[in-house]
């Protein structure tokens, strides 16, 4: 699907009349003339904006990587222009983008309908879903006729993109429901509109938080999905194209988290920008690798007179840890694609000390033999003292991935329950815990079978 | 958002009139109505299907989060009946999700259409872009009227949801661009309609696969993109909702298998499959973590004489996974979105080496400083004692960092090169390399330092 656009650059640069150059771009999705227009000279740029006009060089600006750096090139009355034409959400993301002083003399420069949706978008919060809605849809007045209902509809068409869903208001401007486009144009002239009206229309509010609503407005999979402030008023709507940008970026950013990075990053950051994502998690996890530290340090005496336990210390901590992790991952995912019953938790823990269970037995079961056999063989034990060892390893293996499957489970559960976001806040803690369990069971058990008995 | 259904469902119960629940129920999103239906009883589920009608019953039917569940209550032949109905996509889910004798009972009963539809994209690999579209579209012949236009959406929306963007086909059924809605109801009845037609549309094909186009299709932001045949012929389209699920399931994948999944996982699977997912990847690392004991095993002697070392060797293992983790998280996801050239990968690997060694830097110093402390004070070593195992831990840890940033960036770009998932590949790999590398600079410079001199 990946494009060339070089025959494109060289026709519009070939072709010196205007007009032709407007009808060759007509034949192009806005995508792609955002990345044409990416690879020309400013000076071209600037000619292809003329002829275009403010309202479609707002369109191809919300498809620019980079859009701050495109407005740098234009003066601020025309930045402030197109972006006054763009939609209200996509608007918002440029703007913050820009520097505080670029910013607040656009702003200043916008006309009044966009700065008063520029104004309200930005008063939401980053995490509420007013923040991401777009004001750009159609709303027509209860109790028309299907025909003046097509009427209003082709009249505000020209303005507002997402026409898919038509939405209802009342004579006390409260929503009333939404209506289907295909209803309404199938719909015969002398059918009653209100037939095809769904008046019990899914809504979320203006300061529900995304993590808590993002789930349920996938599951619609509507074309756009209404923002109602308290009052039942239609402030916005949440388009599919929105869903995905928050979807994608709403996991990425748990994937980074759960990679102990405090945000998502990309190739443009600079060395700095990555270090201060990745310092904090690891300054924390090397105070905690201290706490483990001086824990081991309390098995020295095994070590001085045993220093073979040493060599299998790695392998016992790291599947432990492992265990952990996949298990705080799939709790992770289940607590935010579900509201879960005391009773369903409890199910999942359960669940998860099973899986534990059979995979440690089968691990602990894998070790014994193995090691056992390579420390008979390569380090000149006896079959007894060489499976006595590797038993320890089996039997730490099997409890340590246990307990392991029940701290990565009830960690993240425990920080869902107090409202922080388990991704981030139960890495550190169930790797610590984890170490600390496999470290006193590994050498607690080497203590008392191997040089106890 | 959440709502409940008590009321509605008393109200069912409560109107035995079949018309007032039609009534009552016409009101709601099809996503409210399964939900609704999934709380009745059989009996009572049966009566409403029969209130709706098949094609009614197939809207419902893509909400259930089993269907299965519900085509299990009725017969062979209404189950056929409704996933003839359903959308091409939605109707090989469910089929998939059938014994194989229950699916082929239903596909043979499917009518002629649907059975089509449902081979052709059976016939698809599941990672190719084929398996994920609808044939449920509007596509009218180039050269017709605005009028003739209108009256065929008009007489094709009765059957086809997916009526924002309208495709056009040339004399040769060769795809020959799109209509956008918006543009068509705002045209004037005596406007040309070829001057709404862009001409070139962004297109998939059929056999594209789905990691390589997903982000491109994304790019777009479009209610649909056509999926095209080798030829140019329109077999279907990808709708936004079909790429919420897609990007949603693809984010998923990655979480999960950068946590050591196969698959992502959910509350309904049960233990033997969670076991299934989890085993493969924690046996692999069974194997990988006796390589490193074995490793460990050569130092033996350093720990003989020198007890303490051990207590630090967890501290540096773990540091240098999370970083190689952190390194590996940035590379998979820039491979995923971007295509690199040789040059931007030089410049990521150059890059996050530069992190690894500031960090490192920073993260050796602490661990000298608060590390030669602890020894002195809680060990009782001398300070210049203490300080020389500390350095020891604190020049591992610089080393460490750097090497793992570097292996954490290298291993993916390589396993996506020969075109392996490095997500699911690099794991364990990148997890061993770390420990083996940190193992050999600890000890290593625990023995020249602390034992040689």
């Known amino acids: 699907m990946k494009r060339r656009y070089s ?3 060289k026709l519009i640069r070939d072709h010196k009349n205007d007009n032709d150059i407007l009808e060759l771009l007509s034949n192009y999705h806005e995508n792609d003339i955002a990345d044409i227009i990416s ?11 003329k002829l275009f006009g403010f309202q479609k060089v707002a369109e191809v600006f919300a498809y620019f990587e980079e859009p701050e750096k495109y407005l740098d090139e234009i003066s601020i009355e025309n930045a402030a222009s197109i972006i006054s034409f763009m939609d209200s959400d996509d608007a918002v993301e440029i703007l913050e983008k820009l520097d505080t002083k670029k910013k607040s003399e656009i702003v200043k420069r916008l006309d009044a309908d966009a700065v008063a949706d ?13 923040r991401y809605m777009t004001t750009n849809y159609v709303c027509i007045k209860k109790g028309l006729s299907v025909r003046q209902a097509m009427r209003e509809l082709v009249r505000q068409a020209g303005d507002n993109d997402n026409i898919m869903t038509i939405y209802v208001e009342d004579e006390s401007e409260r929503f009333a429901g939404a209506i289907d486009l295909k209803d ?16 019990s229309y899914p809504y979320v509010t203006d300061h529900e938080l995304l993590d808590n609503c993002i ?22 709507v949440i388009t599919s194209e929105d869903i995905v940008d928050i979807v994608d970026d709403e996991m990425g950013e748990d994937y980074a988290k759960l990679a102990g990075l405090t945000a998502e990053e990309d190739l443009k950051e600079t060395t700095v920008q990555s270090m201060k994502k990745r310092l904090p998690w690891l300054v924390i996890l090397l105070f905690l690798g201290v706490l483990v530290s001086s824990v081991v340090g309390m098995f020295e005496s095994v070590v001085a007179v045993l220093p073979i336990v040493i060599c299998f210390q790695s392998l016992v901590l790291d599947m432990a840890g492992n265990v952990g992790t996949q298990s705080l991952a799939v709790t992770i995912r289940v607590l935010m694609d579900e509201n879960l019953t005391g009773r369903q938790k409890l199910f999942l823990l359960v669940k998860e000390m099973k899986v534990g269970l059979v995979n440690g037995g089968i691990l602990g079961i894998m070790a014994l033999t193995l090691l056992g056999a390579y420390i008979h063989f390569f380090k000149g034990y006896g079959w007894i003292g060489a499976f006595a060892i590797s038993g320890c ?3 730490s293996l099997l409890a340590a991935m246990v307990i392991s499957s029940m701290v990565g489970t009830v960690i993240p559960m425990f920080f869902h329950k107090i409202k922080i976001d388990p991704a981030v806040a139960s890495g550190p803690l169930i ?10 069971t590994y050498y607690g058990l080497a203590y008392i079978f191997l040089i106890q008995l």
Not at 39 to 49: G, V, W
Not at 122 to 130: K, N, P, R
Not at 184 to 198: G, K, M, Y
Not at 215 to 236: A, F, Q, T
Request: net charge negative.
């Open 393 to 395: 390893v089996g039997i």
């Open 431 to 440: 790797t610590t815990v984890n170490d600390l369990v496999a470290v006193v």
């Open 118 to 130: 520029v104004k309200m978008l930005l008063s939401y919060d980053e995490e509420e879903i007013g």
């Open 7 to 9: 025959d494109i650059i």
């Open 215 to 236: 789930e349920n407005i996938v599951d619609y999979s509507e074309d756009s999905i209404p923002v109602l402030s308290e009052d039942k008023r239609l402030l916005g």
């Open 184 to 199: 309404l144009i199938i719909a015969r002239e002398n059918d009653d509109l209100e037939e095809i009206v769904i008046h």
């Open 39 to 49: 690879l020309l000279t400013t000076e071209e740029r600037k000619k292809i904006y």
